[in-house]
């Protein structure tokens, strides 16, 4: 069974940056598309970052593309979300997903860790 486990969350200024890292405590999800949702207080979950399999391609929604990065380690069996120029409206429980389907939209996903959260303060 895959086992999600986010890190990295925490408070952080307005314009600063921060890195996520999920990495997975059960079977490998190396064959496995990645990605990162978020759900902010009173609204919902919503797709944030994902990646293909083999990290070539990369899909980002609207709202961070240009300031989030999505990648992955292989070796580490780790995907990692690169936050930068952080804004108060990205205030949200973030959530490691596995096996997500692009087809979908927005994407879905199989597997859920049990979230982060990430306060940036102004």
């Known amino acids: 069974q895959a086992q999600l486990v986010e890190s990295g969350g925490g408070l952080v200024q307005a314009g600063g940056s921060q890195r996520l890292s999920c990495a997975n405590s059960?079977?490998?999800?190396?064959?496995?598309?990645m990605g990162w949702f978020r759900q902010a207080p009173g609204k919902e979950r919503e797709f944030v970052a994902g990646i293909s399999w083999d990290g070539g391609s990369t899909y980002y929604a609207d709202s961070v593309k240009g300031r989030f990065t999505i990648s992955r380690d292989t070796a580490k069996n780790t995907v990692y979300l690169q936050m930068n120029n952080l804004k108060p409206e990205d205030t949200a429980v973030y959530y490691c997903a596995a096996r997500l389907y692009f087809s979908s939209s927005p994407p879905r996903a199989d597997f859920w860790g049990q979230g982060t959260q990430v306060t940036v303060s102004s």
């Open positions: 059960g079977r490998t999800f190396s064959s496995y598309a």
